[in-house]
């Protein structure tokens, strides 16, 4: 159990930018890949980008391409999702997730695969047109 907490959400205009965090008080955090993902009122929790263990290697949905970047800082046990040029339809509530999957095989998962233990509470975003 990682214990994740997200953190950054708030309300930006459309075209914005914000910077969601994932801390973790575990270094084994630094062990797994990091995924975000993201959940509107009645739908499923769909993915947003995933990042490996090590950084080296990235995975995003279609949509977020060229406009949100997924890092992490190991010293911080932290991970990051800058999101630029936000659109309405961007907004959701954001949780991050850790998994030992790598971000590819992430992307094609279903949230519910992944322990509810390994997830944070999810911080809102919302984009305003």
């Known amino acids: 159990q990682v214990q994740l907490v997200e953190s950054g959400g708030g309300l930006v205009q459309a075209g914005g930018s914000l910077r969601l965090s994932c801390a973790s008080p575990?270094?084994?955090?630094?062990?797994?890949?990091m995924a975000w993902f993201r959940q509107v009122p009645g739908k499923e929790r769909e993915f947003v980008a995933a990042?490996?263990?090590?950084?080296?290697?990235?995975s995003y949905t279609d949509s977020v391409k060229g406009r949100f970047k997924i890092s992490r800082d190991f010293a911080k046990n932290t991970g990051y999702l800058q999101m630029d040029s936000l659109k309405p339809e961007d907004t959701a509530i954001y949780f991050c997730?850790?998994?030992?999957?790598?971000?590819?095989?992430?992307?094609?998962?279903?949230?519910?695969?992944?322990?509810?233990?390994?997830w944070g509470q999810g911080t809102q975003v919302t984009v305003s047109s």
């Open positions: 997730a850790a998994d030992p999957s790598d971000p590819q095989a992430l992307r094609l998962m279903s949230p519910r695969d992944i322990p509810s233990e390994d």
């Open positions: 575990r270094r084994s955090f630094n062990s797994y890949s």
């Open positions: 990042i490996s263990w090590n950084g080296g290697s990235s």
